[in-house]
């Protein structure tokens, strides 16, 4: 659940310093042994969907979370999309999203039966504006997702109020905020359905498409283990109508491995994302906020630049890769365009997002080298005279 707009043009220096986007690779060969180890297990056992190793992973993620259930299903999307049916989400339903997210939040909703109505997202934090959620409830709301965006945990509080006065669920979608705290609550220990991506680039990714969905009710439990095994609970029995989202044993044993080194990885981005920030701050370039500790992995380093076009190219004939997550707000996309919003102005605090985000190079296996690179990058442009104040 995280695709992204790469922009790269060739560089004019081929032996200047390279900083990609994202290096799996260079993850993977960091935990070469530990990898090989888990998946050459997974091969002898010739058990290769759900079974021990999907059950070994479930128990070690919900501890890991602090929450009673965990589970592994095929990926972020079908976490989203069981989850909603786990909770009774369908046709006539309407549920509240934000604009400002993965096109799959609303897709979720929309595979599901019901209709994704889009609220606009505070300018500082990016997360659903609690405010303009409230506004655009009607008889027919039935949840709202909140996205833990960027890998920053969102504050519910005033969601959970507004929630509670309509007779609202609310859903997380935490695709992102792998390891993520709220104060001293881990993101997906909230008892509620919190769901999670391990697509490869995640902060804990696997090396195929997997997810998962955590919660605290045994029926929400039982219920997601049959959704996601035809409503199978024995061979060729079936007690509901479900699908085919079973995690791959192999993912499930990668996973693990990751899930040992997750903190680790979790603070080596905190550390480089501080010193961009420290970097930023006398420019004008705006950086991520850094909200308290432990509140944010930076999955991505997001800043906001009035000449975000010009920036891009910018970093890009310095060998510096970027991104731009999102490009386009939901509401204005071509597949939901028979919802009937206006057009641009609608939600304008995701549109003016849209036109000035930038997502530069952030993963634990950033040297020293590339963050001073990127960061020297970043200020030569802004001192350039290309990014008005």
Not at 223 to 243: A, E, F, I, M
């Amino acid at each position: 659940m995280n695709i992204m707009t790469t922009r790269t043009e060739a560089a004019p220096h081929a032996d200047a310093v390279q900083v990609p986007f994202v290096d799996l690779k260079a993850q993977y060969l960091s935990i070469r042994e530990e990898i090989n180890e888990a998946i050459e297990k997974v091969l002898h056992s010739a058990q290769f969907v759900n079974g021990k190793w999907v059950e070994e992973f479930e128990q070690e993620f919900a501890r890991y979370l602090g929450v009673p259930y965990v589970v592994g299903v095929g990926s972020g999307t079908a976490a989203l999309e069981l989850a909603l049916k786990t909770a009774g989400i369908g046709a006539g339903d309407e549920v509240i999203v934000p604009a400002n997210t993965f096109f799959a939040t609303a897709e979720a909703v929309s595979n599901v039966g019901a209709t994704p109505v889009f609220a606009d997202v505070d300018p500082q934090s990016f997360h659903l504006d609690a405010v303009y959620t409230e506004a655009r409830i009607t008889p027919r709301t039935r949840a709202v997702i909140p996205v833990h965006l960027f890998g920053r945990a969102m504050d519910l509080r005033n969601l959970e109020e507004i929630a509670e006065r309509h007779g609202l669920t609310i859903i997380e979608d935490a695709a992102q905020a792998h390891g993520v705290f709220h104060g001293k609550t881990k993101i997906g220990a909230s008892g509620r359905l919190t769901c999670f991506s391990f697509y490869p680039g995640k902060n804990l990714g696997a090396y195929g498409d997997a997810g998962a969905v955590a919660c605290s009710q045994a029926s929400h439990f039982e219920t997601l283990r049959l959704l996601r095994d035809h409503g199978s609970p024995s061979k060729y029995q079936h007690s509901l109508v479900g699908t085919n989202s079973r995690m791959d044993a192999i993912q499930a044993a990668v996973l693990s491995v990751k899930l040992r080194h997750l903190d680790r990885w979790n603070a080596l981005r905190v550390e480089h994302a501080g010193h961009l920030r420290r970097g930023l701050a006398a420019t004008s370039i705006i950086p991520p906020e850094a909200p308290l500790k432990g509140e944010h992995n930076f999955h991505l380093f997001v800043v906001r630049s009035k000449s975000r076009d010009d920036l891009c190219k910018f970093l890009a004939q310095r060998n510096i890769s970027s991104g731009i997550h999102y490009p386009v707000p939901l509401h204005l996309t071509k597949a939901y365009q028979a919802l009937g919003y206006p057009g641009h102005g609608t939600l304008p605090v995701s549109e003016k997002l849209a036109s000035e985000i930038l997502s530069l190079p952030m993963y634990p296996e950033l040297s020293h080298s590339q963050v001073a690179y990127l960061l020297e990058a970043l200020l030569d442009f802004s001192s350039s005279g290309r990014e008005p104040r």
